[in-house]
């Protein structure tokens, strides 16, 4: 979900190590939950809830039917459980076995809508180009590759979330990608994870299982 963009003269080019420096994130990682809007390569409005506790579990809801629970583990491995509740099917899976099958979402993408790129970026401070519905610092980047598209992120690093995402299309005209419409802190009591059960309607599946059967 991240990409860049350049303004001719002014922008800086930044090592990949300095991402966090431009996105910094909370020394304590907050639960919150938000709601927002995103929009998918087709231009297809969508709707998503998150509730995100600390730095190890998360709860996503997409239009009301898919769900993604994800547990980040001490090594770092990342435990994820898919309900479809539009065709009542399960899918369970580890990050390692994601990637095998060609799903590249990373903890950060899912919890904060923001990953680090692998490459070198072009960066540079903006003025605050649209409003938003929490508080957050505008950025524009892009990817040092040719025909790179430019982005402008609004980064909140209270919340370490993204708060809007725009794209420039390529007749100049911005396009949103990403924009929170409501966010608020969780406490600490408040924030109680949980792993779902299957229900027994469903069709179950194990991508992990699957693999090592192959």
């Known amino acids: 979900m991240i990409a860049g963009i350049f303004s001719a003269g002014s922008a800086v080019a930044t090592p990949a190590s300095d991402w966090t420096k431009l996105f910094p994130h909370a020394a304590q990682i907050p639960s919150v939950t938000l709601q927002a809007d995103y929009w998918d390569e087709a231009g297809n409005k969508h709707e998503l809830h998150l509730e995100?506790?600390?730095?190890?579990?998360?709860?996503?809801?997409?239009?009301?039917?898919?769900?993604?629970?994800?547990?980040?583990?001490?090594?770092?491995?990342?435990?994820?459980?898919?309900?479809?509740?539009?065709?009542?099917?399960?899918?369970?899976?580890?990050?390692?076995?994601?990637?095998?099958?060609?799903?590249?979402?990373?903890?950060?993408?899912?919890?904060?809508?923001?990953?680090?790129?692998?490459?070198?970026?072009?960066?540079?401070?903006?003025?605050?180009?649209?409003q938003t519905a929490v508080a957050c610092h505008w950025s524009q980047v892009r990817l040092q590759t040719p025909d790179s598209p430019r982005y402008q992120i609004c980064w909140s690093p209270m919340f370490n979330s993204v708060i809007r995402l725009r794209k420039q299309q390529p007749s100049g005209t911005w396009a949103d990608l990403f924009n929170v419409t409501a966010l608020s802190a969780v406490t600490t009591t408040e924030a109680k994870d949980r792993w779902p059960d299957v229900p027994n309607d469903y069709q179950y599946s194990n991508i992990d299982d699957d693999l090592q059967a192959d």
């Open 52 to 130: 995100r506790h600390g730095s190890h579990w998360l709860h996503r809801v997409t239009d009301q039917q898919l769900e993604l629970f994800a547990q980040r583990e001490k090594d770092g491995q990342v435990q994820i459980r898919l309900l479809d509740r539009q065709h009542k099917k399960v899918l369970d899976a580890k990050r390692s076995g994601l990637y095998q099958v060609g799903i590249f979402e990373d903890w950060d993408q899912l919890a904060t809508h923001l990953s680090q790129p692998k490459s070198p970026f072009l960066s540079e401070k903006v003025a605050h180009p649209q």
